[in-house]
């Protein structure tokens, strides 16, 4: 989780900071970080580009047009790289949205790690079905300084 949180400091998404980290056997695949498109003014450049919503129980949702979350641009780094998935692990500072944990599902990575939930109530009816386990790391508490 420490590179996790360390990929996403380079984040060009004032919102919030999401790294993803692509594992298998222990060895790093891809990473990606939540951002525009490569060749593309990122939000901390030009702004956000907000859209409303309502999710299906009706509670309002702001997402943004501009920025592609981190897991897709992890599976998408692996991708353009050539470096298969299916079978992986993900590290992720926060659970997956819903539309990232869909395509989670169908790349085949096996396991989704995550340390801060996210709108964890939109994940439970794929949870209920998909092959594919989700969960929560918890960070070690700092250690307290010495009396």
Request: charged letters at 20%; a neutral charge.
């Amino acid at each position: 989780m420490t590179i996790t949180r360390q990929v996403a400091e380079r984040s060009t998404c004032p919102r919030a900071k999401v790294g993803a980290v692509i594992v298998r056997d222990r060895n790093i695949l891809a990473t990606g970080y939540n951002g525009a498109p490569a060749g593309v003014p990122h939000c901390t450049e030009v702004g956000c580009l907000i859209y409303e919503s309502r999710a299906p129980g009706g509670e309002l949702e702001t997402n943004c047009y501009r920025s592609i979350h981190a897991e897709i641009n992890a599976i998408t780094q692996a991708a353009k790289n050539g470096a298969a998935i299916a079978g992986a692990d993900i590290y992720v500072t926060h659970s997956p949205c819903i539309q990232c944990m869909k395509v989670l599902v169908n790349t085949g990575v096996r396991t989704v790690f995550y340390e801060q939930p996210y709108k964890m109530e939109t994940l439970k009816w794929l949870l209920q079905t998909a092959r594919i386990d989700l969960i929560q790391i918890i960070p070690p508490a700092p250690d307290e300084a010495p009396a």
